[in-house]
Nanobody, 123 residues
Framework: QVRLVESGGGLVQAGGSLRLSCVAS????????MGWFRQNPGKEREFVAA????????YNGNFVLGRFTISRDNAKNTVYLQIDSLKPEDTAVYYC????????????????WGQGTQVTVSS
């Protein structure tokens, strides 16, 4: 059974950085496109970034503007999300995802979700 476990969230001051990790287990994932979404209470889940199975191609959400960097280490079955220059509006639960189809920005394209990790940015 596929399992995704996120970590790395926490409370950070505005301007700081975090690196989120997502470890996948249950099978090999080096051919799977994977990504990150985020969600604030009362809002829809929002696409952050995606990365192809081999890691050669990445795709970002409209708001990313260079502050978010997705990467992966297939030898560790791990996907990362580096977030720099954090802003209070980045506060959200961040979810890791394995895609079953495209386009990446839609929740319906996701096959499996992690449980999420909370990121809170104080001003």
């Amino acid at each position: 059974q596929v399992r995704l476990v996120e970590s790395g969230g926490g409370l950070v001051q505005a301007g700081g950085s975090l690196r989120l990790s997502c470890v996948a287990s249950g099978r090999a994932f080096n051919s799977d496109d994977m990504g990150w979404f985020r969600q604030n209470p009362g809002k829809e889940r929002e696409f952050v970034a995606a990365i192809s199975g081999g890691g050669r191609s990445t795709y970002n959400g409209n708001f990313v503007l260079g502050r978010f960097t997705i990467s992966r280490d297939n030898a560790k079955n791990t996907v990362y999300l580096q977030i720099d220059s954090l802003k209070p509006e980045d506060t959200a639960v961040y979810y890791c995802a394995i895609y079953r189809t495209r386009p990446y920005r839609y929740e319906r394209s996701v096959g499996s979700w992690g449980q999420g990790t909370q990121v809170t940015v104080s001003s």
